[in-house]
Structure formats: C-alpha cells, structure tokens
C-alpha cells in the first residue's frame, strides 16, 4: 500500500473540474449562468468546432472589476455566497465559486471585461488555470470569456467527448434551454457562423417559447397557469393531439433554473393519463416560482437536479395547472397566434387535427391520482397569446430543431372521382362473411379520414389509416422471412439521443433483420442507408425515432417483443394517412377486410371502426325518445 499524500491543487482542481465540466455544453451552461447572474439582457454564444476548440459567450452584464478577475478562477471564489446561511435560500443560478476554476483548470482562456460604472477594462488569459497575462484595455461594458482547446491537458477526458457534431448539438441545446428558461434575457447562438436560435429578451413567455420552439410546435400548445401552496406554474403545454415521440421536448425551469426532475415530469404525465396514445409523450415549457428557500439546489455540483422541501405540494401545482390547461373548457385560452402570423403559419389543413372539448372529456378517464383536496387553479390570462416576436429586433427565428423530425407528407394532389368509384358504390355482397345475408353499401369517404360503409341498419364509419395500419401488421407479423429492404437513394443522418444510441446497439441485428441498415460514424451518430422497403424515404428518421422510443419503453429485452415494436411502427409508417387521396379500390378493401371481422383494433390499441345502429341515429334526431 502506497503512502498517503495530500494531493496537489492543480490535481484537486482537475478532479473537481470533471465533475463540473463534463463536455462543452457544461461550459456553455455554467457561463450562460454567469451571464444571467450578471444581470444582462443580452447573451451571444458563439461556438466553433463542436464548443471544444472554441466557444465564446459574450454578455452585457455587470461585469468584473481588475481585482475581482484575478481571482474570479480560483476555487471557492464566489461574489453570491458569504455565509452558511446563504445556502438555505440561493437566489443566483451559481452558488458554489466553482465553474470558472473548473472550466480555466482544463482550458485555456481569454477574458475581457468591463463594469458599467468604470471608463477601461481588464484583459486576462489563462492556460491550465495560471494567469498568463493580465492588463487594462478598452472594451465594451459586460463580459466576454473566450473557452479554447477544452481538454487540451486531460486527453483522458478528450477521449470520451463524441464527434464535435454531437458535441456541438449538445452545446446549442445547452443554450437553447437556458435561453427557454429566462424570456427576460435575448439569447443568441451562433454555431460555425451560423445562428441556430435567437429569443427576443421582451420578458414575454409567448414570445420566448414562439421564437425558440418555433411556430408549428408552439401552435399546438395550450397556456398553463396554476398556484398551490406557494408554489406557482406558469407556461405551455401540448395538446394531447400533439404527443411526442420521446420526453425531449419537456422543459421544466425553477426560479430560472433548468431543472431535471422525475417528480414534475410524473406530474405533467399523470395529468395526460388517458388523453394521449400509448408510447407518446406531452411535451412542455413549465415555469415553476416558489421561495428560494423552499428548493435546495445544492444537489450536484452541475446543479440540475434540485430538491423540493414539499415535493408534494409542488406535484400538486405542476398536475393541476396541466389539468386545468388541458381542461376542454379552457380551451380558449389555447395559445393564439396573431392573425398575420397564423396564415404564413397555417398548417397543412389536412393533417391539423384538433380536438373538441367532448372528444376530450370523452378521452378523459379518472386519474388513478387521487387529488390531496379540492384545489383552486388560476384561470389564464385571457390576454395570453402567442405572437410573433414583432417588437424584437430580428425577424422570428424557426431554429433548427436539435432532434430529427419527421418530415410530414405532403397530401397527394386531389383527383377527380374515377368511373370506377361509381361503379364499385354497390358493396360486393362475398365480403360480408359473417352476414351475407346483410349486404353492406359502400358509401364514400369523408374529411378523407373515414370510409362510410352502410350495412343494413348500422352505419360503419372505418378509420382508414388504423385499419391499414392493422392489416400491415397482420401481414408482416405473420411473414417469417426477412422483411425486404430498400437502399436510400441518399443516406440520411441520425443521431441517436444517449438512451437511443443504447437501444440501437443492443438490437441492431434485429434492426438488420427488419430492413434497415445503419452505419456507425461516431458516438451516437449513425447514417441510415436502408430501411424496410414499407417505408418511404422522408419518413426514415422518424420511423427510427419512433422505434427508438417504442423499444426503451417496452420490450429491449425480449427479442419477440422488439420485434412486434418495429414492426407496429413499420405498419404504420406503411399506411395510407388521415387526409391522403386514396384510391376507392383501396378503400373498398379496407371496408371488407373490417366488415369481416379480421380487424378490429389497430396495433395501439385505437379501434378501426365505430358503428351507429338506426336506433342511435334516430335518438339523436329525436324521432324516438
Ligand atoms: P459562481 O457562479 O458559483 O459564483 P463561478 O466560478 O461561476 O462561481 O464565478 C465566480 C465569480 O466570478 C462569480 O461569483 C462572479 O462574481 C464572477 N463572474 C463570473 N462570470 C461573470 C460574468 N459573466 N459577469 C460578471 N461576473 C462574473
Ligand atoms: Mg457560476
């Protein structure tokens, strides 16, 4: 057994720095943190080659006088912190006088900095946290810090960080969420020269969430407002109509502070039991206010994770003002967009699927969560609404999104009736089995979702696509050879969320075995150059997606159940969509194949048709009672 040493401070601090900086997107955060702990109104991020060889965030902050940049680096040095009992309540986004050492232990740094009140500034640099030089110069009020060759003196940690495309991604998203978590502050963020996202600053939660999540995704999210014991949640939150593959898009903030926690992420799903389909998930931009000294936030030195005092009563808040957002009488406050807006961002008609208030009560099961007591929401603003940043200085800004998302189809062009569809108006009588006694009329298609079939005295409305999507199924389940492959014209580039890359690992044969072809370029980053010959091409990415999402959820382990994952996504990505032009043909064979009974529900579990006997109709006329 060796002897025991003291270890040195630069050791110290490299240990410590691991923990703190664990990629550049830590860098980006604990900066950005600065920068908003500064006060400023205005932060740039600008990063090149990943964030490692170089990222610069600039702000116009309070700045730091000469005396207090020499010693901003060194460990424990901290101007928001004086006493033990200035933990029990932290109002700053930084406490612990750590980030600056950490991130100048491994770096090597250019800082430049000016107080509003001072008529010069100071100009630092710093290799492996010594202070190379330091002297006066001019520059602009607040502070920029220059980051270059992250790691350059620890290449066991260079040797985890993944491709600077992947690093790079982390780092925009790092901004990104400390941007969505203070609308009081423009964030701009500039990657390779190019700017990936850009928010207003006018304090405006709409204007923030609008210009950061852009215009489609923040059409389909409702306002949320609530207050329960002290705890107070204000924000957006999908419709159920809107579920999301993954949780990527779920965004929690606490008095500023990007927040990860399984408490409010439970809360804002238990409030959509039963509204969204199996395998979604809500997405969310929450912000949660409530006494400093009610959170602790001195958790982990990256400062995400928090612990609430009364975790119970902040579940309460987050679930009720969701309930209430969700709440089909709410409705109107359903996040509007400003008329000039909402035509340039008019969805594809087709494909814009709303939901009425009874549909969503009819959706709405009991919770299984038992609600402590009656509990009073806010009711929101009914001013809040969605506008365009117009008083902003830049034009909206639609960023690009940090996950892969499918590309919607397009509907296919309308064409006129075929001859065909008149004729084939008479149901042939061989494909109602079970009733040939019954014969069943095909009667058209309606809102080109729905095929209307009349059998006798029972009016058959039949999902299109959940009963194609149910016959693929059927059909591939049952094949026991490979499904057939087709080879993309281009490849198309994938990269695997952490929880994703895993998945694909561990069932790539499987994946193989199913069509696709993946190749491996770095970390988590794959090019798709295959999928099943099912799929159409603009789909391939959302399709993996999906089976990413589907297989953490479910069967990772079992192979059978792997199997049946991909292959509901692939039979659905097969079938013809809600608002496509179909063929009446093809309509025709859908109808039989529902009306003899070989489909009732599509592979999620939704029914393919609903029925309405002349009894029903009839009450609803009021011709019987
Ligand atoms: P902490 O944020 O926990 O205090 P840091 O190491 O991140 O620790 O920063 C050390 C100190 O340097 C801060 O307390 C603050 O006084 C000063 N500082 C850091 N960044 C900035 C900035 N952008 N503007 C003004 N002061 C800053
Ligand atoms: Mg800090």
Redesign the pocket.
Known sequence: MPEIQILSPHVADLIAAGEVVERPASVVK??M???F??G?KSVTVELRGGGMTYLR?T?D????SPE?AGI??LRH?????RTARDLEAIG????????????SAVSRIELT?RRRESASGTRMTLSAGEIESMYETGCAE??T?IVKDLFYNTPARLKFMKSDRAEGSACVQAAFRCALGRPDVSVRCIRDGEEQFFSPGDSRMESCVYSLLGREEAKNMLACSGENEGVTVTGFVSSPAAGKGNRARQFFFCNGRVIRSQALQAALEQAYKNTLLVGKFPACVLYLTLSNAAVDVNVHPAKTEVKFTREREVFDAVYYAVRSALDGEQRTAEVQVSPATQKKAEPRSDFYQTMTSAEFRARQGSANYAPARTYQTHTPRPETSLRSPSAAPRPAYTPAPPMPRPAAPKPEPKREPTPVQTAMEQFPEHAVDQAPEVPARFIGEAMHTYILVEKGETLVLIDKHAAHERINFDRLSAQTEPLMSQTLLSPVPFDAADADAEVLRAQLPLLEEMGFELEELSGDSYLIRAVPALIREQDAAAALEEICADLRHGGLLDPRAARNEILKTVSCKAAIKAGWQTEPQELLKLAEAVLSGQVKYCPHGRPVAVTMTRKELDKLFLRIV
Do not use: W
Request: glycine share 14%.
């Open positions: 604990e900066l943190e600065n920068a702990d500064a400023a965030i702000d902050g309070c700045g730091m207090d901003a680096f040095a901290t101007s928001k912190l700053t986004l930084g406490f612990r006088g750590e980030a600056l050492a950490a991130i900095t607040g502070t810090i």
